[in-house]
Nanobody
Framework: QVQLVESGGGLVQTGGSLRLSCAAAGRTFSRYTMGWFRQAPGKEREFVAAIWWSDASMYYADSVKGRFTISRDNDKNTAHLQMNSLKPEDTAVYYC?????????????????????WGKGTLVTVSS
């Protein structure tokens, strides 16, 4: 059974940092794109960042460029999202997901085609 488990969420002040992790189990995702999404209260889920299996291709939402960094460790079947300079508008449940599409396709088409697997999310709250 495939499982994606997010961790690292919590409460942080504006300007602070958090590092989210996504641990995948049940199969190897070494040739998949791993992505992060978020859903704020009362809003639709949105794309945050995605990384190709080879680390050669990464995509970010404009709202997080320069502040968030996505990375992955294929040997450990994990992905991370380093979040710096956090703002109150970053408050959301953050989800990890994997898919066979490229990072660009994930960034632009995930809402139409969906993702192969999703985690259950981890809550990030940024206080002002």
């Amino acid at each position: 059974q495939v499982q994606l488990v997010e961790s690292g969420g919590g409460l942080v002040q504006t300007g602070g940092s958090l590092r989210l992790s996504c641990a995948a189990a049940g199969r190897t995702f070494s040739r998949y794109t791993m992505g992060w999404f978020r859903q704020a209260p009362g809003k639709e889920r949105e794309f945050v960042a995605a990384i190709w299996w080879s680390d050669a291709s990464m995509y970010y939402a404009d709202s997080v460029k320069g502040r968030f960094t996505i990375s992955r460790d294929n040997d450990k079947n994990t992905a991370h999202l380093q979040m710096n300079s956090l703002k109150p508008e970053d408050t959301a449940v953050y989800y990890c997901a994997v898919d066979r599409k490229t990072p660009m396709e994930v960034a632009t088409k995930w809402n139409y085609y969906g993702m192969d697997y999703w985690g259950k999310g981890t809550l990030v709250t940024v206080s002002s």
